[in-house]
Structure formats: C-alpha cells, structure tokens
C-alpha cells in the first residue's frame, strides 16, 4: 500500500497543534509565530501566541474547535519567537527565534 503524503495545509494545522501541546507543558513560555494570510491580490500580517496550549490570533479570528483549522485563510508562517512569560516591560523577557518550523517542535529548545 503506497503512503499518502500530507498536504502542507495539513502539516501547518498539525505544526500548530503539537506547539499548542509543547507549550502546555512547559506554562512559563510564549511563543509568537509571524507570518502572512494569502489573499489573490496580497498579504496581510499574520500573528499568533501560543501560551499555555492554546492559540490565539493578535491579527485575525481563529478557530477554537480542535477539530477545525486554526487560520481558516491559506497563509505562510515565516518567523518563530519564543518569550519568557510573564511578559512584563521592565523586562527583556526574548529567548530565542527561528525561521525554521520544526526547530521548536524539539521540546529542548523551549527551555
């Protein structure tokens, strides 16, 4: 039986899940993805925090539903930053970032 490859829409909705899985283990952390929401004629910025296994958008709406995609839009995720949390001014609370998406998907590089 041949293997059936994932669609990159499908590694992008399983990328952001098992971030959302890392990152609720490890509750002291935040990590920022960047990005871009495609659309024919251009690019919107794209931003989500990932804190305590759960995601949230600062740009656009997302869906909560674990069952659904997280950016019902197509989009393109460029950059990776992870912060200590809680985030406070007074504080450089930046830790690290990556452009590429499986770098954070090693729990080791949360720490």
């Given at each position: 039986m041949a293997e059936?490859?994932?669609?990159?829409?499908?590694?992008?909705?399983?990328?952001?899940?098992?971030?959302?899985?890392?990152?609720?283990?490890?509750?002291?952390r935040i990590l920022k993805i960047e990005g871009l929401i495609l659309k024919e004629n251009n690019k919107e910025q794209l931003e989500i925090l990932i804190f305590k296994g759960f995601s949230s958008s600062t740009t656009h709406p997302i869906e909560i539903d674990l069952e659904k995609k997280v950016i019902?839009?197509?989009?393109?995720?460029?950059?990776?930053?992870?912060?200590?949390?809680?985030?406070?001014?007074?504080?450089?609370?930046?830790?690290?970032?990556?452009?590429?998406?499986?770098?954070?998907?090693?729990?080791?590089?949360?720490?």
């Amino acid at each position: 039986m041949a293997e059936t490859l994932a669609s990159p829409k499908m590694v992008e909705i399983d990328l952001i899940n098992n971030l959302e899985k890392i990152s609720s283990a490890i509750p002291n952390r935040i990590l920022k993805i960047e990005g871009l929401i495609l659309k024919e004629n251009n690019k919107e910025q794209l931003e989500i925090l990932i804190f305590k296994g759960f995601s949230s958008s600062t740009t656009h709406p997302i869906e909560i539903d674990l069952e659904k995609k997280v950016i019902e839009l197509s989009y393109l995720i460029t950059n990776f930053k992870l912060y200590k949390a809680p985030l406070k001014e007074t504080e450089d609370n930046f830790i690290r970032e990556n452009q590429n998406a499986i770098f954070f998907l090693n729990q080791k590089n949360w720490i």
